[in-house]
């Protein structure tokens, strides 16, 4: 018998996964070409792989998720929420932390609260007034934040870390995971480099032992134009308006350049990623790490940034600098279930 040659146009044509749909993705860094339903499924089975390639979750854990509106973390929340279902002692809470952004986080909290709903995930919002006693944008328009030389999102990225940790303690949250990206993950190690920061951690990756609660990154090996076609191919309802701060960041100027080279080298980020974290997991086993003084979590220095970043704040705007007690009582987390 002859055998016929496949033809190779409609060879690509079809899915290569189920060999039947015609492909709505093509995936540069490994070949293949995905329908859109076995596009789907892959992103959950690859969050699977990546949950059990790094250990980050436990069949009994009470995982936090913190979800900002955005469509990475409303993704994150509807695949945790499909892949806890196997894991009855589990449970699931959804966090989202409002900075004070006039116009931008109201509409967040409320998508967050309806898709949490629907899913039937316990839903708590905190805020920066609430725990530290101002806004990002008081911080920002008194010019405290200009005026001890951070930027908007420094201050923003550092202190929602502490407020997530508060919240995480407060529900008693074993671990806390993050959206975060392979992309997001790259440019915050890249970032780190030219900041010349000393103490660089692994980011998304569990790591027990002293009294830290870990955060986990469920997506640190999908890229962000893959979260984000999943989110679109299951409609999920997203904030499209961005963060006023946000083209003025640092990392923006890196996630433009990130983007443009991984368009041309599709395997770069994978790279970067596997070749530092050899790197880093040698570095990390002569590092010891303390406390810091003031909040009591893990800290290199005496003091740890965000305590640093808050106290700064709040002499600038004249405000007590007693430890906030934003999160001391059970009224001050808003449980809206
Ligand atoms: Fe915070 Fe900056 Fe993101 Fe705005 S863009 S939410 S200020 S980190
Ligand atoms: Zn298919
Ligand atoms: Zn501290």
Redesign the pocket.
């Given at each position: 018998m002859i055998e016929q040659p496949v033809d190779p146009l409609q060879k690509a044509s079809r899915c290569s996964t189920c060999r039947r749909n015609p492909p709505i993705y093509f995936r540069k860094y490994s070949g293949e070409r995905l329908c859109a339903k076995c596009f789907r499924e892959n992103i959950t089975e690859r969050v699977r792989k990546t949950i059990s390639k790094y250990d980050l979750l436990r069949p009994d854990d009470r995982i936090m998720v913190a979800v900002?509106g955005g469509k990475d973390s409303l993704s994150l929340l509807r695949i945790l929420h499909r892949i806890e279902r196997d894991f009855p002692r589990a449970e699931l809470y959804a966090v989202t932390v409002d900075?004070g952004?006039a116009g931008?986080r109201e509409e967040c909290l409320r998508i967050v609260r309806d898709f949490s709903s629907q899913l039937d995930i316990p839903f708590l919002s905190i805020s920066f007034k609430e725990l530290f006693g101002f806004t990002?944008e008081d911080a920002v328009e008194c010019g405290a934040a200009e005026k001890i030389g951070i930027h908007?999102?420094t201050?923003?990225?550092v202190l929602?870390r502490k407020a997530l940790v508060k919240a995480a303690r407060k529900i008693g949250a074993t671990v806390i995971a993050t959206a975060h990206t392979l992309d997001d993950v790259v440019q915050t190690y890249l970032l780190n480099l030219l900041k010349g920061e000393g103490n660089i951690k692994p980011v998304g990756i569990r790591r027990e032992g002293g009294s830290a609660i870990p955060r986990i990154a469920p997506f640190r090996l999908i890229p962000q134009r893959e979260v984000a076609l999943y989110a679109y191919l299951e409609k999920i309802p997203f904030q499209v308006k961005?963060?006023?701060?946000?083209h003025t960041?640092m990392r923006d100027k890196i996630r433009e350049f990130l983007n443009w080279y991984s368009a041309r080298y599709p395997e770069s980020l994978y790279a970067f990623l596997s070749n530092f974290e050899r790197m880093l997991n040698a570095l990390l086993k002569t590092m010891s790490e303390g406390k810091c003084e003031i909040c009591g979590e893990p800290s290199s220095r005496r003091m740890c940034r965000a305590c640093e970043i808050e106290l700064a704040i709040k002499r600038e705007l004249g405000l007590d600098l007693e430890e906030p007690k934003g999160l001391e009582r059970e009224s001050d987390i808003r449980g809206e279930e």
């Open positions: 900002s900075e952004v931008y990002l908007p999102c201050v923003c990225g929602r961005t963060c006023p701060y946000t960041s």
